[in-house]
């Protein structure tokens, strides 16, 4: 459990950490390291150069920009979890941060390095690709920004160049009053990779029905999933749970699930549904709490 | 390559090799053996230890990595030789261990919660102590020491009657 040996960089700026990454092929960029170190433990990574980006000035805040939250790539994890911009602005990443590994990894672990490692099962990827994120990077001196459906390749793949840099992440905010979210997963333990997980962002009228959803599941395909059909058929609608599992079961149906030794394709695809219920449920109900809120 | 940490409030310039972990460099070079070496992959916790007053993975980072940072082991903990912490009392008086592997991260994990959470709830114990595990106790008297460390830590802060 000892790493191979590799040498150590710290740049001062983004573009010195793209040029040491175009010098060697075999370099890497750290940042908080929860998910490399283990990995280089191991020796299933086996960089040459670890260039580390967590203390380059300015790549670290939350803030609001127009109708969008831009977060840094290096913000720790426990510093989005607590955030009150994030709480108020941005309450399905609110919602996922404590599922994000446990404590102590979130003390370390980054946003951009959770977005950039891209784990199929991410709670921050997840959340990412439900409400439609924009991923900005750096690379030949040039800044770009991706749209999370076209950033997040596969497991563990992404559209970043080899020689680029996540800079921060942009998540849009509802300007909707009253916006309810729901998350839920299944692991064999707390802060356990998911084998299934399911998030739901749903905004809701004076009288309860739907005038926008979002729905997502994780950790079931290659890429977490967007069921824009579903967030399409809930609007206008109040919650039904029946309605609502039929629709998440059809449109899952032509989905091909993954299967491993924990659980195979045919399990996730009916926890999916089940999840992907309980996360609208929890969604429609959390919208209402602020309706009657209102109401009073 | 060179590196200045702060460990315990005293600064020590160590030269490592950038595969160090932090785990390896306190134990190793500092000679600070409170800091146990589990499972070497972040999965265990006994390697528990604060930076800037948060519990992290020792195992997870490189001494490089900790440059400059404040770090806070079990050796750090007593007020003064031949004393102990509140946390630290509350897990003799409740034999909150069997073995002792895990303790030193579960009183660390346990004081990063009690900084910030002065009243924390059952669940709130559970929670922070979550990524670490014991395989002898069963937990309970670990989050019983951890309650009664909370309770008597407030208590200090009370006026006498």
Redesign the interface.
Known sequence: ????????SRPAHVDEACALLAADEGARL?AG??TL??L???RLARPTR?V?I?RIPGLAYVRSEGDEIEIGATTRQ?VVESDLIVRAKLPLLAKVMPYV?????R??GTIGGSLANADHAAEIVLVAMTLGATLRFRDGGKTADVAAEEFFLGPMVTALPPTGVLIAARFPVWPEQRVGVGFHEINAR??DFAFVSAAAQVAVDAAGRCTRAAVGVGAATAVPLRLDAVAEALKGQTFDEASVRGIVGATLSAVDTMADLHASADYRRRVAVTLAARAIADAYRDAQILRDADAR | ?RVELDVNRQKHAVEV???T?LLDCLRDTLLLTGAHAG????VC?AC?VL?DG????S????A??ADGCAITTIEGLAPAPGELSPLQDAFCETHGMQCGYCTPAMIL?AH?LLARNAQPSRDEIV??I??NICRCTGYAQIVEAIALAAERMRGLNRPER
Not at chain 2, 54 to 57: E, G, Q, T
């Open positions: 459990m000892k790493p191979a040996p590799f040498e150590y750290v390291g929860q170190v283990p280089m433990a191991m670890l580390d967590v426990h590994g446990h404590g102590a990894t003390a370390r707390a802060s | 390559m090799e950038p595969r972990s499972c070497e992959h972040g916790g528990t930076i948060a519990a992290v993975r195992c997870l980072m490189f490089v990595q994990a990063a929670e922070a979550s990524g």
